[in-house]
């Protein structure tokens, strides 16, 4: 059977990209207050939350659409490490009401764009031949 790694990847980022999309684009409607909120309660500068939405938007963008698929990837895994650590570190090791992991979604964005990382955009990318691709 012939494998398509391209077609996988075009899968991988299609979803990653909308899935994150959709964060960024209620910030868009509803504004990052709630994100400043969360980084003052931590000591941190509110205007960090604009990084934040534009993680969650232009970074997520660039991954729907193939472009510069690994600078974009570091941006959207860095960004989910700060949320990681900013609103899902506790309780750490605690299971949902389904037994599954409560911090499932959350890693799964992270570990995805760390994937990406690795892997670039594949073939079926806007660009595809950059060191950034």
């Known amino acids: 059977?012939?494998?398509?790694?391209?077609?996988?990847?075009?899968?991988?980022r299609l979803t990653l990209g909308?899935?994150?999309f959709m964060h960024g684009f209620h910030k868009v409607i509803n504004g990052v207050d709630g994100i400043k909120g969360m980084l003052a309660n931590i000591g941190m500068p509110e205007f960090l939350a604009y990084g934040?939405?534009?993680?969650?938007?232009?970074?997520?963008?660039?991954?729907?659409?193939?472009?510069?698929?690994?600078?974009?990837?570091?941006?959207?895994?860095?960004?989910m490490v700060v949320a990681f650590l900013?609103?899902?570190?506790?309780?750490?090791?605690?299971?949902?009401?389904?037994?599954?992991?409560?911090?499932?979604?959350?890693?799964?964005?992270?570990?995805?764009?760390?994937?990406?990382?690795?892997?670039g955009g594949g073939k079926y990318a806007v660009s595809s031949k950059h060191k950034w691709d």
Do not use: C, Q
């Not at 077609?7 to 991988?12: K, R």
């Not at 534009?54 to 860095?78: C, D, H, K, P």
């Not at 309780?91 to 570990?111: C, T, Y």
């Open 52 to 79: 934040v939405h534009s993680g969650e938007t232009i970074a997520a963008l660039m991954l729907i659409i193939g472009y510069r698929t690994r600078l974009a990837a570091v941006v959207f895994t860095a960004v």
């Open 18 to 20: 909308i899935l994150m």
């Open 86 to 119: 900013m609103a899902h570190i506790e309780p750490l090791f605690a299971l949902g009401k389904s037994g599954a992991w409560l911090h499932e979604g959350i890693a799964l964005f992270l570990f995805g764009g760390l994937g990406l990382i690795f892997t």
């Open 1 to 12: 059977m012939k494998k398509n790694i391209d077609l996988g990847l075009l899968i991988f």
